[in-house]
């Protein structure tokens, strides 16, 4: 395994009326991240697991103020890059696996203690 970091953000704001077009547009369409879809605009990097093939297994995004805020496969979180075939390019330095652990299970345990608040 190897651990990566992979930039993506900041993302455009969008207007209400593409979030408008969006969310119809969206609406039949199963979510693959229920918990963090709209956490996703927030995201600015992530550290990236690859196997020994180049896939992504599990993925961690972080925001701007270096906090992890999303995390998949987790749950009914499918990720985002976990889904696709490889990894994506350019990949950047590497990243501990203690440290990625660490981010993976700070965002496990919060979305753990959201779902029995909700109970």
Avoid: C
Avoid at 19 to 37: A, H, Q, R, S, T
Avoid at 73 to 86: R, V
Avoid at 88 to 115: I, N, T, Y
Wanted: hydrophobic letters at 40%.
């Amino acid at each position: 395994m190897q651990y990566r970091r992979f930039t993506t953000g900041p993302w455009p704001e969008l207007s209400l009326i593409q979030k408008l077009f969006v969310n119809v547009f969206l609406f039949w369409i199963p979510k693959g991240n229920p918990d963090f879809e709209e956490t996703y605009t927030k995201v600015h990097y992530f550290w990236l697991e690859i196997d020994d093939q180049g896939d992504v297994t599990r993925e961690v995004g972080f925001n701007s103020d270096d906090e992890p805020i999303t995390a998949a496969p987790l749950e009914s979180n499918y990720g985002i890059f976990t889904d696709l075939d490889g990894a994506p390019s350019p990949l950047e330095s590497s990243v501990d696996q203690v440290d990625f652990e660490r981010a993976f299970s700070a965002v496990a345990d919060r979305l753990m203690s959201k779902a029995k608040m909700k109970n």
